[in-house]
């Protein structure tokens, strides 16, 4: 069983930066992928960004270049360092863990744990 709480969220102008956290219960937290995860209102909830346990990373195309994830196993923490925020990135991003394994790491189901979410807003 895993726990996640997210942090960091909040109001922030476009071009600014925020970083995201997510800290974990358990004592494997070396052993899971994790992921973040996003959902705008009225839409589908999307994949952002994911790290495997091993440390090969995964970015959707929307925030290549600009959002960059990275884990502190000795924190058991994972976080998301957003940069040159734009509007469209407004949405409530979530936290997401599963037991390290192959096949994607961008898909909803493919994650057993999830984090409660935390706001964030990009006014123009």
């Known amino acids: 069983q895993m726990q996640l709480v997210e942090s960091g969220g909040g109001l922030v102008q476009a071009g600014g930066s925020l970083r995201l956290s997510c800290a974990a219960s358990?004592?494997?937290?070396?052993?899971?992928?994790m992921g973040w995860f996003r959902q705008a209102p009225g839409k589908e909830r999307e994949f952002v960004a994911a790290?495997?346990?091993?440390?090969?990373?995964y970015y959707a195309d929307s925030v290549k270049g600009r959002f960059t994830i990275s884990r502190y196993n000795a924190k058991k923490t994972v976080y998301l360092q957003m940069n040159s925020l734009k509007p469209e990135d407004t949405a409530v991003y979530y936290c997401?863990?599963?037991?390290?394994?192959?096949?994607?790491?961008?898909?909803?189901?493919?994650?057993?744990?999830w984090g409660q979410g935390t706001q964030v807003t990009v006014s123009s």
């Open positions: 790290m495997r346990s091993g440390g090969n990373t």
């Open positions: 358990g004592r494997t937290f070396s052993s899971y992928d």
């Open positions: 997401a863990a599963r037991v390290s394994g192959s096949g994607s790491v961008s898909q909803r189901y493919a994650y057993d744990y």
